[in-house]
């Protein structure tokens, strides 16, 4: 059985870091991408970054240069480091894991396997 559970989030100033945390088990880090996705009140859920079959990381336009998704094996871990947070990061971030190929990272369609999301608050 694949389960994620997210936890990290939290209240914080525009310009500040916040660090998401993903636990994963039940699954293969090499034949899955591990990916942060986000929901913001009223919009679609949208991809933030993905860590594709522990090979490459890939990142939203939005968050390029500002978030870093990465990876403890030992601890079956996947982090996303938010730095330089922005009012309009605000949203729901989920951790998903998917076997999936990499023209189809970016669609949350593609995943079958969902943590239960962690709020993330950017105050102006």
């Known amino acids: 059985q694949v389960l994620l559970a997210e936890s990290g989030g939290g209240l914080v100033q525009a310009g500040g870091s916040l660090r998401l945390s993903c636990s994963v088990s039940g699954i293969n880090f090499s034949g899955y991408a591990i990916t942060w996705f986000r929901q913001a009140a009223g919009k679609e859920r949208e991809f933030v970054a993905s860590?594709?079959?522990?090979?490459?990381?890939y990142y939203a336009d939005s968050v390029k240069g500002r978030f870093t998704i990465s990876r403890d094996r030992a601890a079956n871990m996947v982090f996303l480091q938010m730095d330089r947070l922005k009012p309009e990061d605000t949203a729901v971030y989920y951790c998903?894991?998917?076997?999936?190929?990499?023209?189809?990272?970016?669609?949350?369609?593609?995943?079958?396997?969902w943590g239960q999301g962690t709020q993330v608050t950017v105050s102006s």
């Open positions: 860590n594709f079959r522990n090979t490459h990381t």
């Open positions: 998903a894991a998917g076997r999936t190929i990499l023209s189809t990272i970016r669609n949350p369609d593609a995943y079958n396997n």
